[in-house]
């Protein structure tokens, strides 16, 4: 320092001095940002933004119930009745479909008639597997479908 | 000619009593030292006494430092420096702004001593 600094005394015009520390990042009597942070400070602010994204995003995963577990399955044809790849409810949130063998066509409970041929693949979202049926395209030709998805 | 000369030597030393100490002036040199922990902002609060005397301000200042940061708040006005000196004193407004704020940040990784002062010269008021 240039100057030396003296004690203060309580005679002088400025009768007392206040002081108070506190961690950067505070906002002075203005209002206003009194500098940045600490890059230390920076880092755990980020992280624990990111903790709080985490924990928000495993709450909204978890009401929505998305389990992200992959669903895999293969079905060949030994008739030419509509058939499934589950019985029970089983929901999906994305899958593919191939066909391989025989061209296939797809649909609900009642009536089957997208048809995918040998080689080509389709892709939807969010289904519950057990509603979606498929049968061999022709009559006698047995086809195979494989699958595979996210589950919920 | 006299008279305006007369009136001119009068305004000029009014001015002069209005920006320079008076010989019953008081000057003080209110000075600390601290160390300003890394990481950390010391506030310094410099309460002025203008129930008892007519302030005027002429320097503020704080050493200069790695990675330390200076706010000084004065008479309505900021100022992002370390060291602010006016020439012919800055008078202390009599309201809300009685006080002197002085903001030091350390934003470095190493704790800083800072020394600081203000500096000024007052007049005690007729009681």
């Known amino acids: ?152 | 000619m006299t008279e305006e000369l007369l009136k001119r030597v009068a305004d000029s030393l009014e001015r002069i009593a209005e920006n320079y100490p008076e010989r019953e002036s008081i000057r003080f040199f209110a000075a600390d030292t601290d160390i300003v922990t890394a990481g950390t902002s010391l506030t310094v609060t410099f309460l002025l006494n203008w129930r008892h005397f007519r302030i005027k301000v002429s320097e503020l200042y704080a050493d200069a430092r790695t990675d330390v940061n200076y706010e000084w708040f004065f008479a309505g006005s900021y100022y992002n420096f370390n060291e602010v000196t006016f020439d012919f004193g800055k008078k202390a407004v009599e309201d809300a702004y009685h006080e002197i704020k002085l903001v030091i940040s350390n934003t470095g990784a190493v704790d800083q001593e800072v020394g600081y002062y203000v500096k000024g010269w007052a007049v005690a008021k007729e009681s």
């Open chain 1, 1 to 152: 320092m240039a100057k030396v600094p003296k004690t203060i005394t309580a005679s002088e015009p400025i009768e007392e001095v206040k002081k108070i520390t506190e961690p950067i990042g505070q906002k002075n009597v203005a209002g206003i940002q009194i500098n940045p942070a600490i890059e230390d400070t920076l880092t755990a602010r980020v992280d624990q933004s990111y903790v709080d994204n985490c924990y928000v995003e495993a709450s909204i995963v978890k009401m929505l119930g998305f389990s992200g577990a992959v669903y895999e399955n293969e079905d060949t044809a030994t008739t030419d009745d509509p058939r499934r790849f589950e019985t029970s409810s089983k929901k999906l949130r994305d899958l593919i479909i191939q066909v391989s063998g025989n061209d296939q066509l797809f649909g609900n409970v009642t009536n089957q008639r997208y048809k995918v041929a040998v080689g080509e693949a389709i892709g939807f979202t969010r289904v519950d597997l057990s509603l979606l049926y498929f049968k061999n395209a022709a009559a006698g030709q047995n086809g195979t479908v494989n699958i595979l998805g996210v589950e919920e």
